[in-house]
């Protein structure tokens, strides 16, 4: 889905965006309807949303009357924040670093959010691998992120994020926005992708050491499973997990190196345990 041009919010409040921060404030009114609809399409009681900035998302999500928790680094971000929706009681700031500050805990989110660039896939790496419950996330990224997200076996953009986005969960680019969409405009695409969870992901305990596993074997993308292993663990051990040692990372299929994490569990290294 793409849309086309660009209308405003007819009220868009000042906030100066910090280019150390990632910021790109998301003024695309169509989009912004996408997003919400998105977030608000499940019964889950709580929303979260991930880099507020202005409270353009907010405004829309708050109106929706459930809880909802925003998270964001930005002191300004927050004030300005806190003086919009000082009357709303279901409105909850949370300052700080959403890669590692604390969350709530309790029952299942929502998750919305226009992702700082330069932080957005520490962010979702922790969505997917902590235990933060949640139900439904709309999350905005760069195009190419969200390309690498949605990659296939054999292409430049599969990879580990790709293998551990799609074991947990189905995703759908729901719209692509260019440069014109934000204030002020990035120099790239960007793409918003909703993530439904998978009734057979793997459990949170073996994702960090998947994730290692597909680091390792990622790690010089032309060379193959037996060179990147190389000194830690013999083809032997590759090939009765299931992973042909003479193939590149790239070339094998999410389930395949789930099978794989599992049967290795017991033979990574510490050093490479998560």
């Known amino acids: 889905m793409v849309l086309w041009g660009v209308s405003e919010p007819s009220t868009l409040p000042r906030l100066r965006p910090?280019?150390?921060?990632?910021?790109?404030?998301?003024?695309?009114?169509?989009?912004?309807?996408?997003?919400?609809?998105?977030?608000?399409?499940?019964?889950?009681?709580?929303?979260?949303?991930?880099?507020?900035?202005?409270?353009?998302?907010?405004?829309?999500?708050?109106?929706?009357?459930?809880?909802?928790?925003?998270?964001?680094l930005d002191s300004e971000a927050c004030a300005l924040l806190r003086e919009r929706f000082v009357d709303r009681p279901h409105f909850h700031l949370l300052e700080g670093d959403a890669v590692r500050m604390g969350l709530p805990e309790g029952e299942p989110w929502s998750v919305v959010g226009n992702l700082p660039y330069n932080a957005a896939t520490p962010i979702l790496a922790r969505l997917l691998t902590e235990d933060i419950p949640w139900e439904r996330m709309a999350l905005m990224f760069q195009l190419e992120v969200a390309q690498k997200l949605m990659g296939t076996p054999g292409t430049k953009a599969y990879g580990p994020l790709s293998i551990l986005a799609q074991l947990c969960a189905r995703l759908t680019r729901l719209v692509k926005l260019g440069p014109g969409s934000f204030r002020p405009a990035p120099k790239v695409d960007s793409a918003v992708v909703l993530f439904e969870p998978r009734a057979d992901a793997p459990p949170l305990a073996e994702r960090k050491a998947l994730l290692a596993l597909l680091h390792r074997s990622f790690a010089h993308r032309r060379k193959t499973l037996a060179n990147n292993w190389q000194g830690v663990l013999p083809p032997e051990a590759l090939a009765e997990a299931g992973l042909d040692p003479t193939l590149r990372a790239e070339g094998i299929e999410p389930r395949t190196w789930l099978a794989a994490s599992r049967a290795l569990a017991s033979r990574l290294p510490e050093r490479l345990a998560p």
Do not use: H, M, Y
């Open 18 to 72: 910090k280019k150390s921060l990632g910021q790109n404030f998301l003024v695309n009114e169509g989009a912004i309807r996408v997003i919400v609809e998105a977030a608000l399409r499940t019964p889950a009681p709580r929303l979260l949303e991930i880099g507020p900035g202005p409270g353009v998302l907010t405004e829309r999500l708050l109106d929706d009357g459930r809880p909802l928790w925003a998270v964001d």
